[in-house]
């Protein structure tokens, strides 16, 4: 039997009366199994003595002690008793009992005592208002478990308890890893860690115990993507990740002399089609040794019957939308259609004019999709659409609105996947299992410049194939970054008016549209006017946020690719998809405001052509040291997957990749952060499960 499935109520458990059961329901423990399946958070070694020296050592401290003397303090209600105790040591402490009035008659002087508790210096005296106390003959030296709690139950009576529910229920248990698995990776009799988390007879076993659940809980969740693999494509998915760091072009024949020469299956055995070599003599650039690999990885998922389901991972400015191209190409020669899916429609559009610049000469027939295309040409585009008239077509959510129907969907791409959820994923991808007879899913690329942390890689896109493009096109020079207290604007401010002078232009990034009374932020309305009027009078500047309708926005952005305007004043609107390769400065003020990869993503605005950039990132006065140490991250390195690996350390991963409906939280003991090397091996041992099947 498995845990969960001891469905017997807890309210049969002796000392479970009306008055406990309400707390535990709370806590969601309504059976036996929840009982035993509400793991400790922590555990109390009680096997351990410290001194009352060692208290600014440790959190809590266990001693062994003699009560020197009482008193009372306070008057009325108020009135508290204070236990003055002393360790072997000659150390003495208070213990200040509020609201326990009968320790006076408990533990008289003399007494012998054992005081686990944490301690700090207040009124001139060591003392501890929250600790537990047991004459040294009634204590016995245990690892006690530490709970989550509710109001109305304390740590004693649900460790007491669960102590009788394990007595009681506590035997033939099983396990939910197969005994091939369990065996082979040293994982314990469930049974075994049942007792080992409640009722540890050290630390280390319990230790022992929570990673073997860990890696239980890991097996589980990579043995379902490994099915939900399975079920799609027929295959399983990688095992391990390719390395993730970024490396300039420059650098690649020094440090990689054989980059291709490593994945023959990719770059050798699935070369470009006649149509794609057809587009890439046009361009006046060669592909970078990971595009070469990527375009190989992809070619052999489009001409597999499993399909193609992968995350193209890769640094802002790396060139994933070409290879997205490349892919599309290919599936036109095939005689199936490509939809592109963008978060906004300027970076739609600008898919869009690029496709039609680049696609276009090779026959490919090509269409933009918005929810502002007007009904008179909207209709006639859907229609051909459907007749097969269009081979690709690059849109935002329009593209799987209702009346939205394809005549062959074969390939799907999503670009900055992180800013679109679930379902809209589904969405698109339902548009081409309804556009073919056998209701196959079409392929999919998932896209994001934003790096995935391998973490979430393994976990989140665990049933994804992952490719990433690591060296950078040539010519690329790294983005010099800046730090800059605030204040000292003006020499942000000369730096760039001599970058002006120059021919070059300017971002200025701001967390706010418009000025808020509950902060004292700079906002983006507020510093276009001094901006343009007072820093750089005469200088033409534009302001744009998401307020600012579409078209205006998309006028607005032509006139500074076309160097029309100079300085472009923003929000966060820019952070995705604007290339403008004159750009060579962006200023992002209140910088501690935003999070790492979004700092690292409007720093990808500039750099996309071969003159010197500079990013200058302008922080409060009054920031922190852990602040500071934050924007140092940027200041040091330009590897975005450092910086995403930073970022999810410190805020978590629905932040950064939009997963919160993917099943990541879901977790209840693992953490694929901190557990990393447990996730690889259980998904190392759910995919070989599966394979023997």
Not at 185 to 214: F, G, R, V
Not at 373 to 380: D, M, P
Not at 499 to 505: H, I, T, V
Not at 575 to 594: K, L, N, Q, S, Y
Request: hydrophobic content about 40%; charged content about 20%; overall charge neutral.
């Amino acid at each position: 039997m498995f845990i969960r499935e001891i469905n017997i109520p807890v309210s049969t458990i002796k000392g479970v009366g009306p008055a406990t059961l309400k707390p535990l329901t709370a806590l969601g423990i309504s059976t036996v199994g929840d009982l035993f399946a509400h793991w400790p958070r922590d555990w109390e070694d009680r096997t351990k003595f410290h001194t009352l020296a060692d208290f600014d050592k440790h959190g809590k401290i266990n001693i062994a002690a003699t009560v020197v003397s009482q008193e009372w303090f306070g008057y009325g209600k108020m009135r508290t008793l204070k236990i003055l105790i002393r360790d072997a040591t000659e150390m003495t402490a208070e213990l200040v009992c509020f609201n326990r009035p009968f320790m006076e008659k408990q533990f008289p002087v003399d007494s012998l005592i054992n005081v686990y508790g944490s301690f700090r210096y207040a009124y001139g005296s060591l003392q501890s208002s929250a600790f537990e106390i047991e004459h040294k003959n009634d204590s016995s030296a245990r690892v006690l478990p530490v709970y989550s709690l509710s109001a109305g139950i304390s740590q004693t009576q649900i460790r007491k308890i669960i102590s009788i529910a394990l007595r009681e229920y506590g035997r033939g248990i099983d396990s939910e890893v197969p005994e091939k698995v369990r065996t082979e990776n040293d994982i314990p009799a469930k049974q075994e860690l049942l007792h080992s988390m409640h009722a540890p007879a050290t630390m280390a076993e319990a230790q022992a115990a929570l990673q073997a659940l860990i890696f239980e809980e890991l097996f589980i969740f990579e043995y379902a993507i490994g099915q939900r693999s399975l079920e799609r494509r027929g295959r399983l998915p990688q095992t391990e990740l390719p390395e993730i760091t970024a490396i300039a072009q420059s650098d690649v024949e020094a440090q990689h002399p054989a980059t291709a020469a490593q994945h023959p299956t990719t770059a050798a055995q699935h070369p470009a089609t006649l149509l794609q070599l057809r587009l890439l003599d046009r361009l006046p650039f060669p592909l970078t040794p990971d595009q070469k690999i990527v375009l190989g990885e992809i070619n052999a998922d489009l001409a597999s019957p499993a399909g193609m389901a992968r995350l193209l991972q890769g640094d802002v400015g790396s060139g994933k939308t070409l290879i997205a191209f490349l892919a599309a190409v290919g599936i036109c020669e095939s005689g199936g259609q490509t939809a592109i899916l963008a978060p906004t429609e300027l970076l739609a559009r600008q898919h869009a004019e690029t496709a039609a610049r680049l696609l276009e000469p090779t026959g490919m027939r090509i269409a933009f999709l918005s929810g502002n295309v007007k009904a008179s040409g909207r209709a006639r585009l859907l229609e051909r659409l459907l007749n097969g008239e269009i081979d690709l077509v690059i849109g935002t959510h329009a593209l799987f609105s209702a009346n939205v129907r394809y005549s062959n969907l074969r390939l799907v791409v999503i670009d900055e996947q992180q800013r679109f959820g679930v379902l809209q994923r589904s969405a698109i991808i339902d548009k081409g299992r309804e556009s073919n007879a056998e209701g196959k899913n079409p392929h999919l690329l998932m896209m994001s410049a934003t790096p995935i942390p391998r973490t979430l890689a393994l976990s989140v896109f665990g049933d994804l194939d992952v490719s990433v493009i690591r060296t950078m096109p040539p010519g690329r020079k790294p983005v010099i970054t800046h730090l800059a207290v605030q204040g000292n604007e003006g020499k942000v401010h000369d730096f760039v008016r001599r970058e002006l002078a120059a021919g070059n232009q300017a971002y200025f990034v701001y967390p706010l549209i418009d000025p808020s009374d509950t902060t004292d932020l700079t906002s983006a309305t507020d510093m276009f006017k001094k901006l343009s009027e007072t820093v750089f009078p005469g200088t033409a500047c534009a302001l744009i946020h998401s307020r600012i309708p579409e078209d205006t926005q998309r006028s607005i952005m032509e006139a500074f690719r076309d160097q029309r305007i100079q300085i472009l004043v923003a929000t966060s609107v820019v952070e995705v998809g604007v290339d403008v390769p004159t750009a060579t400065c962006m200023v992002i003020e209140h910088a501690e405001r935003f999070g790492l990869s979004a700092l690292h993503q409007l720093r990808g605005r500039v750099g996309r052509g071969s003159k010197q950039s500079y990013c200058f990132l302008v922080y409060a006065k009054n920031l922190t040291e852990t602040g500071k140490a934050r924007l140092r991250v940027l200041h040091e390195t330009n590897d975005g997957f450092i910086i995403a690996e930073e970022d999810l350390k410190l805020r978590g991963p629905g932040d950064i990749t939009g997963i919160q409906q993917s099943g990541y939280m879901a977790f209840i003991l693992a953490d694929p952060i901190r557990d990393y090397d447990l996730l690889v091996q259980a998904r190392k041992a759910a995919f070989e499960l599966l394979e023997s099947l």
